[in-house]
DNA sequence: GTGGCCCTGTGA
DNA sequence: TCACAGGGCCAC
Protein backbone atom coordinates (compact mmCIF):
# COMPACT_ATOMS: atom_id res chain seq x y z
CA UNK A 1 0.00 0.00 0.00
CA UNK A 2 1.99 2.98 1.23
CA UNK A 3 5.26 4.27 -1.08
CA UNK A 4 8.09 6.67 0.14
CA UNK A 5 5.20 9.74 -0.04
CA UNK A 6 2.54 7.91 2.28
CA UNK A 7 5.51 6.90 4.83
CA UNK A 8 6.74 9.70 4.59
CA UNK A 9 3.17 11.33 5.80
CA UNK A 10 2.61 9.02 8.32
CA UNK A 11 6.45 9.30 9.75
CA UNK A 12 5.42 13.33 9.95
CA UNK A 13 1.88 12.85 11.44
CA UNK A 14 2.84 10.35 14.19
CA UNK A 15 5.79 12.44 14.90
CA UNK A 16 3.91 14.76 17.07
CA UNK A 17 2.56 12.81 19.19
CA UNK A 18 5.08 10.07 19.44
CA UNK A 19 8.31 11.98 20.06
CA UNK A 20 9.16 11.86 23.47
CA UNK A 21 6.78 9.15 24.74
CA UNK A 22 7.60 6.22 26.01
CA UNK A 23 6.20 2.53 25.01
CA UNK A 24 4.39 1.66 28.24
CA UNK A 25 2.70 -1.50 27.45
CA UNK A 26 2.85 -3.81 24.28
CA UNK A 27 0.04 -6.14 23.55
CA UNK A 28 0.42 -8.55 20.58
CA UNK A 29 -2.79 -9.78 19.09
CA UNK A 30 -1.37 -11.88 16.53
CA UNK A 31 1.80 -12.63 16.16
CA UNK A 32 1.87 -12.47 12.12
CA UNK A 33 2.66 -8.68 12.73
CA UNK A 34 5.98 -9.75 14.17
CA UNK A 35 9.36 -10.46 12.36
CA UNK A 36 10.77 -11.59 15.90
CA UNK A 37 9.18 -13.67 19.03
CA UNK A 38 6.65 -11.11 20.56
CA UNK A 39 8.79 -11.93 23.97
CA UNK A 40 11.89 -10.33 22.77
CA UNK A 41 9.86 -7.65 20.97
CA UNK A 42 7.58 -6.45 23.98
CA UNK A 43 10.72 -6.78 25.86
CA UNK A 44 12.65 -4.03 24.16
CA UNK A 45 10.05 -1.89 23.69
CA UNK A 46 8.87 -1.74 27.25
CA UNK A 47 9.83 1.97 28.96
CA UNK A 48 11.57 2.82 26.23
CA UNK A 49 11.24 6.53 24.94
CA UNK A 50 10.55 7.62 21.26
CA UNK A 51 13.48 9.92 20.28
CA UNK A 52 12.65 10.82 16.24
CA UNK A 53 10.22 9.39 13.50
CA UNK A 54 11.12 8.81 10.39
CA UNK A 55 11.78 6.45 7.24
CA UNK A 56 14.20 4.97 5.13
CA UNK A 57 12.41 3.74 1.57
CA UNK A 58 9.20 2.38 2.47
CA UNK A 59 10.26 1.40 5.74
CA UNK A 60 9.02 3.24 8.59
CA UNK A 61 11.68 4.06 11.64
CA UNK A 62 11.29 4.86 14.98
CA UNK A 63 14.57 5.61 16.87
CA UNK A 64 14.27 4.99 20.87
CA UNK A 65 16.71 5.86 23.25
CA UNK A 66 19.41 3.16 23.96
CA UNK A 67 20.30 2.77 20.41
CA UNK A 68 17.01 0.54 19.41
CA UNK A 69 15.18 1.40 16.02
CA UNK A 70 11.45 0.59 15.48
CA UNK A 71 11.06 -0.77 12.19
CA UNK A 72 7.62 -1.47 10.57
CA UNK A 73 7.18 -2.41 6.80
CA UNK A 74 3.41 -1.44 6.00
CA UNK A 75 4.05 -3.30 2.76
CA UNK A 76 -0.10 -3.21 1.05
CA UNK A 77 -2.40 -2.72 3.89
CA UNK A 78 -0.52 -2.10 7.12
CA UNK A 79 -1.12 0.66 9.05
CA UNK A 80 0.36 2.13 12.20
CA UNK A 81 -1.72 5.06 13.39
CA UNK A 82 -3.23 7.12 17.16
CA UNK A 83 -6.84 5.51 16.64
CA UNK A 84 -9.44 8.06 17.45
CA UNK A 85 -11.43 7.85 21.31
CA UNK A 86 -14.39 6.01 19.38
CA UNK A 87 -11.93 3.66 17.50
CA UNK A 88 -11.76 0.04 18.91
CA UNK A 89 -9.42 -2.79 18.08
CA UNK A 90 -11.09 -5.55 15.24
CA UNK A 91 -10.06 -8.81 14.00
CA UNK A 92 -7.21 -7.17 12.00
CA UNK A 93 -5.94 -4.83 14.84
CA UNK A 94 -2.64 -7.46 15.62
CA UNK A 95 -0.96 -4.99 17.82
CA UNK A 96 -2.34 -2.15 20.66
CA UNK A 97 0.50 0.08 22.11
CA UNK A 98 -0.02 2.45 25.43
CA UNK A 99 2.26 4.99 25.18
CA UNK A 100 2.48 7.60 27.99
CA UNK A 101 3.36 11.02 26.95
CA UNK A 102 6.03 13.40 29.63
CA UNK A 103 2.60 15.15 30.94
CA UNK A 104 1.89 11.54 32.29
CA UNK A 105 -1.24 10.72 30.21
CA UNK A 106 -1.34 7.86 28.13
CA UNK A 107 -2.59 7.39 24.77
CA UNK A 108 -3.03 4.09 22.51
CA UNK A 109 -1.28 3.10 19.22
CA UNK A 110 -2.79 0.64 16.69
CA UNK A 111 -0.80 -1.48 13.79
CA UNK A 112 -3.65 -3.01 11.62
CA UNK A 113 -3.13 -4.84 8.44
CA UNK A 114 -6.01 -6.42 7.14
CA UNK A 115 -3.58 -8.69 4.30
CA UNK A 116 -1.23 -9.57 7.06
CA UNK A 117 1.97 -8.94 5.09
CA UNK A 118 3.50 -6.06 7.21
CA UNK A 119 5.71 -6.77 9.83
CA UNK A 120 7.30 -5.10 12.41
CA UNK A 121 10.65 -5.18 14.56
CA UNK A 122 12.87 -3.83 16.91
CA UNK A 123 16.78 -3.60 16.96
CA UNK A 124 20.04 -2.41 17.63
CA UNK A 125 21.37 -1.17 14.46
CA UNK A 126 23.91 -3.58 14.38
CA UNK A 127 21.06 -6.07 13.56
CA UNK A 128 19.69 -3.81 11.45
CA UNK A 129 22.37 -3.40 9.16
CA UNK A 130 22.18 -7.55 9.18
CA UNK A 131 18.96 -7.64 7.50
CA UNK A 132 19.24 -7.82 3.95
CA UNK A 133 15.75 -6.05 2.74
CA UNK A 134 17.68 -2.83 5.10
CA UNK A 135 21.33 -3.07 4.37
CA UNK A 136 20.64 -3.29 0.39
CA UNK A 137 18.28 -0.81 0.06
CA UNK A 138 19.24 1.85 -2.76
CA UNK A 139 19.19 5.67 -2.48
CA UNK A 140 16.95 7.66 -1.16
CA UNK A 141 15.04 9.22 -4.49
CA UNK A 142 14.70 12.71 -3.14
CA UNK A 143 18.32 12.88 -2.04
CA UNK A 144 19.71 11.82 -5.06
CA UNK A 145 21.43 13.36 -8.29
CA UNK A 146 20.62 12.74 -11.87
CA UNK A 147 24.33 11.37 -12.01
CA UNK A 148 23.44 8.98 -9.49
CA UNK A 149 20.59 7.77 -11.17
CA UNK A 150 22.19 7.63 -14.36
CA UNK A 151 25.10 5.35 -12.93
CA UNK A 152 22.50 3.01 -11.30
CA UNK A 153 20.42 2.11 -14.50
CA UNK A 154 23.71 2.08 -17.00
CA UNK A 155 24.64 -1.36 -16.65
CA UNK A 156 20.95 -3.19 -15.67
CA UNK A 157 18.71 -5.45 -17.60
CA UNK A 158 15.08 -5.95 -17.66
CA UNK A 159 12.40 -2.74 -18.59
CA UNK A 160 12.49 0.32 -16.83
CA UNK A 161 9.51 -0.13 -14.76
CA UNK A 162 11.03 -3.00 -13.17
CA UNK A 163 13.93 -1.31 -12.48
CA UNK A 164 12.34 1.71 -10.93
CA UNK A 165 10.50 -0.70 -8.85
CA UNK A 166 13.82 -2.68 -7.42
CA UNK A 167 14.42 -1.35 -4.12
CA UNK A 168 17.82 -2.12 -4.01
CA UNK A 169 18.14 0.55 -6.99
CA UNK A 170 16.29 3.49 -5.47
CA UNK A 171 14.36 2.90 -2.06
CA UNK A 172 10.71 3.80 -2.15
CA UNK A 173 9.29 3.60 -4.70
CA UNK A 174 6.15 1.42 -5.89
CA UNK A 175 3.47 1.08 -8.57
CA UNK A 176 1.82 4.34 -8.55
CA UNK A 177 5.29 6.53 -8.51
CA UNK A 178 6.87 4.75 -11.29
CA UNK A 179 4.04 4.63 -13.37
CA UNK A 180 3.29 8.30 -12.80
CA UNK A 181 6.64 9.26 -13.37
CA UNK A 182 7.26 7.45 -16.10
CA UNK A 183 4.52 9.41 -17.45
CA UNK A 184 5.56 12.66 -16.24
CA UNK A 185 8.99 11.98 -17.91
CA UNK A 186 7.40 10.43 -21.49
CA UNK A 187 9.36 7.17 -21.10
CA UNK A 188 7.80 3.64 -22.05
CA UNK A 189 7.76 1.50 -19.20
CA UNK A 190 8.82 -1.63 -21.33
CA UNK A 191 11.83 1.06 -22.36
CA UNK A 192 15.65 -0.69 -21.66
CA UNK A 193 17.05 1.37 -19.51
CA UNK A 194 20.74 1.31 -20.95
CA UNK A 195 19.46 2.94 -24.00
CA UNK A 196 17.87 5.87 -22.46
CA UNK A 197 19.69 9.16 -23.19
CA UNK A 198 21.61 11.30 -20.36
CA UNK A 199 19.30 13.55 -21.24
CA UNK A 200 16.41 11.40 -20.74
CA UNK A 201 17.51 10.14 -18.07
CA UNK A 202 17.79 13.24 -16.25
CA UNK A 203 13.82 14.34 -17.06
CA UNK A 204 13.32 10.77 -15.42
CA UNK A 205 15.17 11.77 -12.52
CA UNK A 206 13.47 15.44 -12.57
CA UNK A 207 10.18 13.56 -12.92
CA UNK A 208 10.47 10.99 -10.19
CA UNK A 209 10.99 14.16 -7.65
CA UNK A 210 8.35 15.78 -8.93
CA UNK A 211 5.89 13.45 -8.67
CA UNK A 212 7.03 12.20 -5.09
CA UNK A 213 6.85 15.82 -4.05
CA UNK A 214 3.88 16.61 -5.20
CA UNK A 215 2.36 13.17 -3.73
CA UNK A 216 4.20 14.42 -0.46
CA UNK A 217 2.18 17.97 -0.20
CA UNK A 218 -1.11 16.01 -0.85
CA UNK A 219 -0.29 13.51 1.92
CA UNK A 220 -0.02 10.62 -0.04
CA UNK A 221 -2.45 8.86 -1.85
CA UNK A 222 -5.79 6.95 -0.49
CA UNK A 223 -6.97 4.15 -3.16
CA UNK A 224 -8.54 1.73 -0.30
CA UNK A 225 -6.41 1.27 3.03
CA UNK A 226 -3.79 3.77 3.22
CA UNK A 227 -4.52 6.42 6.00
CA UNK A 228 -1.75 8.91 7.53
CA UNK A 229 -0.67 8.43 11.65
CA UNK A 230 -3.84 10.26 12.49
CA UNK A 231 -6.26 8.22 10.94
CA UNK A 232 -6.92 10.45 8.09
CA UNK A 233 -6.80 10.17 3.90
CA UNK A 234 -4.33 11.64 1.73
CA UNK A 235 -5.42 13.41 -1.37
CA UNK A 236 -2.49 12.68 -4.40
CA UNK A 237 -5.00 10.04 -5.77
CA UNK A 238 -7.15 12.66 -7.60
CA UNK A 239 -4.25 14.02 -8.82
CA UNK A 240 -3.03 10.49 -10.86
CA UNK A 241 -2.75 10.92 -14.28
CA UNK A 242 -2.27 7.21 -15.47
CA UNK A 243 -2.25 5.19 -12.39
CA UNK A 244 -6.04 3.68 -12.45
CA UNK A 245 -6.92 5.43 -15.44
CA UNK A 246 -6.77 2.64 -18.25
CA UNK A 247 -8.67 3.26 -21.16
CA UNK A 248 -8.98 6.99 -20.29
CA UNK A 249 -8.07 9.78 -22.44
CA UNK A 250 -4.40 11.23 -21.73
CA UNK A 251 -4.56 14.15 -19.95
CA UNK A 252 -2.15 15.40 -22.64
CA UNK A 253 -3.15 14.23 -26.06
CA UNK A 254 -6.25 12.29 -25.36
CA UNK A 255 -4.88 8.96 -26.49
CA UNK A 256 -6.31 6.09 -24.41
CA UNK A 257 -4.51 5.22 -22.01
CA UNK A 258 -2.83 1.52 -22.27
CA UNK A 259 -2.76 -0.83 -19.87
CA UNK A 260 -0.10 -3.95 -19.54
CA UNK A 261 1.33 -5.99 -16.98
CA UNK A 262 5.05 -5.74 -16.45
CA UNK A 263 7.18 -7.17 -13.39
CA UNK A 264 3.88 -8.71 -12.62
CA UNK A 265 2.31 -5.62 -11.89
CA UNK A 266 -0.95 -3.72 -13.33
CA UNK A 267 1.32 -0.84 -15.55
CA UNK A 268 -1.08 2.12 -17.42
CA UNK A 269 0.70 4.30 -20.09
CA UNK A 270 0.37 6.56 -22.81
CA UNK A 271 1.53 5.05 -26.20
CA UNK A 272 1.59 8.41 -27.46
CA UNK A 273 3.12 10.58 -24.88
CA UNK A 274 5.38 7.85 -23.88
CA UNK A 275 8.53 6.52 -25.82
CA UNK A 276 10.55 3.62 -25.90
C1' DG B 1 13.13 -12.20 -15.59
C1' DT B 2 8.41 -14.22 -14.61
C1' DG B 3 4.91 -16.32 -11.88
C1' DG B 4 3.20 -17.89 -7.70
C1' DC B 5 2.64 -17.08 -3.02
C1' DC B 6 1.71 -14.88 1.40
C1' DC B 7 -3.72 -12.95 3.03
C1' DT B 8 -8.28 -10.66 3.07
C1' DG B 9 -11.68 -7.72 1.11
C1' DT B 10 -14.04 -5.58 -2.64
C1' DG B 11 -16.27 -4.77 -6.85
C1' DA B 12 -17.46 -6.36 -11.39
C1' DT C 1 -17.37 -16.52 -8.58
C1' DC C 2 -13.32 -14.47 -10.08
C1' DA C 3 -9.96 -10.97 -10.85
C1' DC C 4 -7.44 -7.74 -8.65
C1' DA C 5 -5.21 -4.67 -4.96
C1' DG C 6 0.21 1.06 -2.76
C1' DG C 7 4.94 -5.26 -1.73
C1' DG C 8 8.57 -8.40 -1.47
C1' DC C 9 10.44 -13.11 -1.61
C1' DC C 10 11.41 -17.56 -3.51
C1' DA C 11 11.50 -21.20 -6.75
C1' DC C 12 11.61 -22.04 -11.82
Redesign the pocket.
Known amino acids: ???LP?VETIARTLAGDLEGAVFENIEVRHI?ALEQPPEGFAKRLRGRRILSVGRR???LLLLLDGGYLFAC?????GRLYVPQPDDTPD??THLVFTLRRPDGRTFPLFYRD????GACRVHTPEELACW??YATLGPEPLAMSAADLAARLAN????IK?VL?D?KVV??????Y?DEALFRAGIRPDAIPASLSRKRVARLHNAIQEVLQEAIAGC???????VDGRGNA?SF?NSFRV??RAGQPCTVCNTPLV?A??????TVYCPHCQQK
Open positions: MPEECGKLHLRMTNHVRKFPFKRGRALQAGLGNIVGSSIRDYGQYGKTIAGRT
